[in-house]
């Protein structure tokens, strides 16, 4: 029972009980007189019965006040924890369960969000790592060789051209990395919702299937596509963005096959939404791994020998993130992986959740 609804009856108790006390004092006496008790002593025995409730309400009423009190005092010792950045503790501080109220769902809540914040603190943290490291490694290359040519190590004018074209590929691969964080951080920071248009979908598959099967005739891989939708089905999106979604998954299973492997591309309409899947017979992902892959510069155990940066996948959940779709993930070593990316047939703009 809410805390309210419980203050508010035994308030009421408070109240009813002597006014029902002295109202039945008239009856009290006329019992009396039928069975031949004293009225006096009826009366004072009601009045003793009466005032035993009246103190039970009232203690009561004085628990409950103390509950609230206390439980007001854990929330500002708990909010004034968050404020101080201490978000690694469980808020719960009871060991077992009494019931559900006001109080106990505003600390679940809270304990929620400090999960949240405990979540959102590790995505940074494995950000910065993450940046700092794969930022690193080709400026340390860069600088080396650069060292190496200024001090003497290497001057034959032969392996001074090699040590420029090393240091120059690294320089392109820091451009793109930085370009990709530029774009991600976009993603993270722009509100793209304002740019979703209701507009067909297949057209854009369409054009996103014609790319594979080119990129596939000049990689060597086999592409299959099957687009099982309706010209006439619209949804809200955006098409740079969802195409660069679409893109970076196809990427992903052009580089983690080989020639000859077989890439599908299919699409499939339901009543109520699109399935876009993105299946290669690469070597697919750990288990272990999956829960982790659409995290920024996260990079597979089976996969830091590929080229890459660990960004592309999480540029597409932040994509399908802002559209309000779905991605899932199903993978097996060595047979393979799937992406399918759900759009529901909405034609509410509303429906997009807002972040």
């Not at 003497?152 to 240091?167: L, M, R």
């Not at 893109?247 to 939404?273: G, M, P």
């Not at 779709?325 to 807002?354: C, H, M, N």
């Amino acid at each position: 029972m809410k805390i309210k609804q419980q203050l508010n009856i035994f308030i009421l108790l408070v109240v009813l009980i002597p006014l029902i006390a002295f109202a039945t004092i008239p009856i009290n006496r006329q019992l009396a007189s039928g069975f031949g008790i004293a009225s006096d002593k009826l009366i004072f025995i009601a009045l003793l019965f009466t005032g035993s409730l009246e103190l039970v309400c009232i203690l009561f009423t004085l628990h409950i006040s103390n509950t609230i009190t206390k439980s007001i005092s854990f929330l500002q010792y708990a909010t004034k924890k968050l404020v101080d950045g201490e978000i690694t503790q469980s808020l719960e501080r009871r060991t077992r369960k009494r019931g559900n109220n006001e109080i106990t769902e505003l600390i679940v809540n809270l304990d929620k969000m400090r999960l949240a914040l405990q979540e959102d603190d590790e995505r940074r943290k494995r950000f910065i790592m993450g940046m700092s490291h794969d930022l690193r490694t080709p400026v340390a290359v860069i600088k080396g060789y650069l060292e190496a040519i200024e001090d003497g190590i290497v001057s034959e004018p032969e392996d001074i051209n090699k040590s420029i074209n090393i240091i120059l590929t690294k320089t392109n691969q820091l451009e793109v990395m930085i370009n990709s964080l530029i774009n991600f951080v976009k993603l993270e920071t722009k509100n793209w919702k304002n740019n979703l248009i209701l507009q067909p979908v297949l057209p854009v598959l369409e054009e996103f299937a014609e790319s594979c099967v080119n990129s596939g005739a000049i990689f060597n891989r086999i592409v299959k596509t099957e687009l099982n939708i309706n010209p006439e089905t619209k949804v809200f999106l955006n098409r740079e963005l969802a195409m660069r979604a679409l893109e970076n998954l196809y990427s992903n299973a052009q580089r983690y096959t080989k020639e000859k492997a077989v890439i599908t591309v299919k699409a499939n309409e339901s009543d109520d939404k699109i399935e876009v899947t993105v299946q290669d017979t690469g070597i697919g992902i750990n288990q272990k791994d999956i829960q982790f892959i659409f995290d920024i510069f996260y990079r597979a155990s089976n996969s830091r020998t590929e080229p890459g940066h660990g960004i592309g996948l999480s540029v597409v959940k932040n994509i399908v993130d802002t559209h309000g779709w779905k991605i899932d993930v199903k993978s097996q070593l060595g047979v393979g992986t799937a992406f399918t990316i759900t759009i529901p047939k909405t034609y509410s703009k509303e429906a997009v959740p807002r972040h």
